[in-house]
């Protein structure tokens, strides 16, 4: 990548100048400003270089380095032209709030002690050496607020609580980093920018509920997770975390990695435990829930990663420091990947409650070319869209859910008056078609049927009787298929149509 030729640069110059005792460099994770990569920031003055070419390498190291100047051609050139020489200044990080995020772009992910040195291993030291009991962990959790960031949003504590409550020799962590809504890439970038935050988490979810093993459970096609997810349970294990009476504590876990192909079923909870097993990933019913008879039947917790990388920060400040961000309903923040027809495209951090005016406008630095917004799309394959008119509705469980949309997992494609709602219904129905594992009627017939309805009405075959009978299959599907991915599969469906019916009617009567 430009990013590695760049770094590759960097060194080969230093080298030449015979500067590295002064200068040291380490490249980090993801900033969040995907828009304007390759990003630099020099320290201490925390200068912030943009859109970085290899050439613009003796630049920076004989102006800014040498001499002290700033490159101005570097600089961002944003709403507050001029204010943006500071990584701390850019309007794009205004409104955010960086607690999953808080150490992606900070540090680098490949060396231990940069995470130590800010605080990290710090909670789960503490458990261990002041000997915490498990139930307070969990009471600590369960007053945060803290819900689940996958999708359903079910509350982090009470699941603890199920899975500590099941008496077993065995049970099992899972990190579900089986990210697979178009669009979306939190988890991708938090565990490239920040593993040994979920390695931490995840030891002490182990020690919570008596848990001695555990996995991440992560794509495939995310070769840098997993390279630094393998480096950071290596270092891990060195520094004592990992591996047999961690910190001389009498407490023992072990951390592996299992691979995800990329179907985006195995992002269901069960059909993940297959997947984890070396099974097909198909989802089986439920109950009993995996906090009962999980993976070979054993008690097993699974959180995804964004849960995983707030629990040692809440553990660290307390429940009433987290409890005190968000919103009534949902507590503390939710990270977004913000992609489409906007001007900043690229990872987010917003406290719950946040309105999706501040996320496009004030964060995204609204539409491309002028041009209008028109809806946004929540939840990917299993959300809905949003209208415009609803664009100051604050983004938690509860609002989105009111509004026929869900949080999901925290993709957010946004999309101007020229996209075509048909369109876009039908993109994510063909998704969903292409991924059912095809164990259940409703899902697999279903939503072929689904898709064959949207293909007459865009080719302007189809009727209004056929939109009805549409409607009533949507509702079909999700009352009786087996799993998630069915029963959400029609949701970009039923929401375009309750906000956008006239251009299904459009498609319809203008082609006869
Ligand atoms: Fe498989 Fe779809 Fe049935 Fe889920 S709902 S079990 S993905 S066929």
């Known amino acids: 990548s430009k990013g590695q030729k760049i770094l590759k640069q960097l060194d080969k110059e230093i080298e030449k100048r015979n500067i590295k005792e002064k200068v040291k460099v380490f490249k980090t994770g993801c900033f969040g400003f995907c828009k304007l990569g390759p990003i630099i920031v020099i320290h201490p003055d925390r200068t912030f270089y943009c859109k970085v070419d290899v050439e613009d390498v ?20 944003g709403k507050d032209e001029g204010n943006n020489k500071r990584i701390d200044d850019l309007e794009f990080f205004n409104d955010q709030q960086r607690i999953a995020l808080r150490n992606c772009g900070v540090i680098n992910p490949e060396d231990i002690f940069e995470y130590i040195a800010i605080n990290g291993y710090m909670s789960l030291s503490k458990i261990l050496t002041e000997k915490k009991s498990p139930d307070d962990i969990i009471n600590e959790i369960s007053e945060s607020g803290l819900r689940g960031r996958g999708g359903g949003g079910f509350p982090t504590g009470k699941k603890w609580q199920f899975a ?65 997810l393998e480096i950071a349970i290596d270092q891990a294990k060195k520094a004592g975390f990992l591996g047999k009476s961690i910190l001389n504590s009498g407490v023992d876990f072990e951390l592996g990695i299992r691979l995800g192909a990329g179907a985006f079923v195995c992002g269901e909870e069960t059909a993940l435990l297959q997947s984890v097993m070396g099974m097909r990933g198909e989802p089986r019913p439920r109950p009993p829930f995996p906090a009962e008879a999980g993976l070979w039947e054993k008690p097993t917790l699974n959180n995804n990663v964004e849960t995983y990388a707030n629990i040692p920060i809440i553990l660290e400040k307390g429940s009433n420091w987290y409890n ?97 709602m048909v369109d876009i219904s039908r993109f994510y129905l063909e998704f969903a078609q292409d991924e059912s594992c095809g164990k259940c009627v409703p899902c697999r017939v279903g939503t072929k049927r689904l898709l064959e309805f949207l293909n007459k009405i865009t080719e302007g075959k189809a ?31 039923l929401s375009t149509l309750k906000y956008f019916k006239e251009e299904y009617l459009s498609h319809i009567n203008d082609k006869k």
């Open 324 to 420: 005190q961000i968000g919103s009534e309903d949902s507590k503390g923040t939710k990270v977004f990947a913000l992609a489409g027809q906007i001007k900043n495209t690229g990872l987010i951090e917003v406290p719950m409650g946040t309105t999706l005016r501040t996320i496009i406008y004030d964060i995204g630095g609204g539409i491309h070319d002028q041009k209008e917004f028109k809806a946004v799309q929540t939840g990917g394959p299993s959300g809905g869209c949003i209208p415009a008119s609803l664009i100051d509705t604050p983004i938690d469980f509860k609002s989105l859910s009111d509004i026929g949309s869900m949080m999901g997992s925290g993709g957010l494609i946004v999309m101007d008056e020229t996209d075509c």
């Open 164 to 228: 500590k409550s099941y008496e077993n020799e065995d049970k099992f962590i899972i990190c579900n980093a089986d990210e697979g809504d178009p669009g979306a890439f939190m988890d991708r970038s938090i565990l490239e920018g920040d593993p040994h935050s979920i390695i931490e988490a995840m030891i002490i979810a182990g020690y919570t509920i008596g848990a001695k093993q555990g996995y991440v459970y992560v794509r495939a096609e995310y070769p840098i997770a997993v390279e630094r």
């Open 58 to 77: 003796d630049d920076i190291i004989d102006e800014h380095i040498g001499k002290g100047k700033i490159v101005e051609k570097l600089l961002y050139k």
């Open 463 to 493: 009727s209004e009787e056929d939109l009805k009978i549409m409607e009533e299959l949507c509702y079909d599907i999700k009352d009786s298929s087996m799993c998630g991915l069915g029963q959400t599969a029609p949701n970009p469906i």
